[in-house]
């Protein structure tokens, strides 16, 4: 293809259709869910952007995969295809699978906390709900160390998911080394927008992290479109393949775990991994008690094989610019009625600034959570709120803190829709913000402990 502009590198095989419904019943499914989007049934739901992870339409060569596998229940024979792909794409010697992404995470948390038993710190660049969750379970808090840029919606910067190294510095000056656990980077940093972090800053942030003998860590669960931000963006990568970006990024890591279900192109599915025998000695015996033996992790042996595939998918150059060349597509369309988001875009999605978005609505009456459901009364769809909800907490002298920015993040699932479907939200989007919310004045919640409580809570609409 000699043209400037992109197409999807795929053609499709199979289709699905989708249920239609009408906004009367869909008032009456948020009213049985109080307003929670988690808890609507997916049948109800017309587009589906609340999240990316597990979503991937597998293609032709993962479907064949999965009747090759092996379902020996040590030992099997796509495991090693598995640990194959990621020692190949990420460097690491030793694997331990995982049947998600959080189990590998808890999995590292329940190795290196006790290690540290004065921590009271885990310090991001913006850790998401998962990391806050896993962190509050050893009593440690999560501590974001974004670079200022990262907080501006408005402004373009090519790396918006740096972490400040003088933040770092002057956090471990302050509080001394061992009240933290470990430095942790989250590339793409999903919470302000799916934004790259650069090459340099991960060097550097490392850098920092052992001169003061601390672990580093990489949540790479969208890895490859980091790689992709990375090979498009900074100086001296662009002749480099994604590959060869992935294993230079992950050298300056200790350990590394990955939800799959994001970048790897497969419904389910996780890893943790690391260089040293020792290490992989205890992984190995603490995830039998969870997961399962050493060659499956909570996954069947066609899962395994399907991953093998999906992993060198997901990390084809070809694949990921029609990948986020959709997403940047969304982000044009939306430029046409001025709705405000984070720019530039990310590679899983399009994130909304809530409070611009409805600048009317407090961010204790959470205007994220009033878009979202405005989104789906209007047209069916669904996306994920990221902001006072989501993020906001309560100290020990019971002062409720909000996140610096209120996001809704309109996430793409991979090879899953066309562009039709994106037409449409963006022209959704740019009724909703010329008019206001038509339905809410805002939102009351109730429950504003632990880091995951968006996922369970019902929320008090505020009619206008």
């Not at 010697?93 to 590998?104: D, E, F």
């Not at 850790?127 to 009593?139: K, L, M, Q, V, W």
């Not at 066609?302 to 084809?316: F, M, N, Q, T």
């Not at 009364?377 to 993020?391: H, P, Q, T, W, Y």
Request: aromatic share 12%; glycine share 8%.
């Amino acid at each position: 293809m000699s043209s400037s502009k992109y197409a999807e590198p795929f053609r499709i095989k199979s289709v699905e259709m989708l249920k239609e419904t009408t906004p009367e019943y869909r008032r009456k499914v948020l009213e049985g869910v109080g307003y929670n989007l988690f808890k609507v049934k997916a049948d109800d739901i017309y587009i589906d952007c609340l999240t990316d992870s597990g979503t991937s339409a597998m293609s032709d060569r993962q479907w064949a995969a999965l009747m090759t596998g092996d379902e020996s229940y040590v030992g099997n024979r796509c495991f090693y295809d598995y640990e194959k792909a990621i020692q190949d794409l990420f460097g690491f010697q030793y694997v331990i699978p995982t049947h998600q992404g959080r189990a590998a995470e808890q999995l590292l948390a329940r190795m290196l906390y006790p290690k540290r038993p004065q921590a009271k710190y885990v310090l991001a660049n913006m850790a998401f709900d998962s990391t806050r969750a896993a962190a509050i379970i050893h009593g440690v808090t999560a501590i974001d160390l974004l670079e200022p840029a990262g907080y501006d919606t408005i402004h373009e910067h090519p790396f918006k998911g740096n972490l400040s190294t003088e933040k770092l510095e002057a956090f471990i000056q302050e509080h001394g080394v061992d009240s933290i656990a470990w430095v942790q980077m989250i590339v793409t940093c999903n919470s302000n927008g799916g934004q790259p972090v650069s090459m340099a800053n991960i060097k550097a942030c490392g850098e920092i992290a052992h001169k003061y003998g601390l672990a580093y860590i990489a949540d790479c669960a969208r890895c490859f479109e980091n790689a992709y931000f990375i090979k498009e963006r900074e100086p001296g990568y662009q002749d480099k393949t994604i590959r060869e970006i992935c294993l230079e990024m992950f050298s300056y890591f200790d350990y590394a775990f990955m939800s799959i279900k994001k970048d790897g192109l497969v419904n389910m599915g996780g890893f943790f991994c690391c260089r040293e025998q020792s290490m992989y000695d205890v992984a190995w015996v603490d995830n039998m008690n969870y997961e399962g033996h050493a060659t499956y992790g909570g996954l069947a042996g066609r899962d395994l094989a399907a991953i093998a595939v999906g992993l060198y998918e997901g990390s084809d150059y070809r694949y990921l610019k029609g990948r986020i060349g959709q997403v940047q597509y969304l982000g044009e369309r939306l430029d046409e009625f001025g709705v405000p988001y984070v720019r530039p875009v990310g590679g899983n999605g399009v994130y909304i600034d809530a409070r611009k978005f409805y600048p009317d609505i407090a961010p204790e009456h959470f205007p994220g959570l009033c878009l979202a459901a405005d989104l789906y009364l209007k047209e069916g769809i669904r996306v994920s709120e990221l902001g006072a909800s989501a993020f906001s907490y309560k100290d020990d002298k019971g002062v409720i803190h909000y996140p610096e920015i209120d996001l809704v993040r309109i996430a793409i699932s991979r090879r899953v829709y066309t562009n039709s479907h994106m037409d449409l939200i963006a022209e959704t989007l740019g009724e909703l913000f010329k008019s206001g919310s038509p339905n809410f004045k805002g939102m009351d919640k109730s429950d504003w402990y632990g880091a995951t409580t968006h996922f369970t809570s019902s929320y008090t609409p505020m009619f206008k």
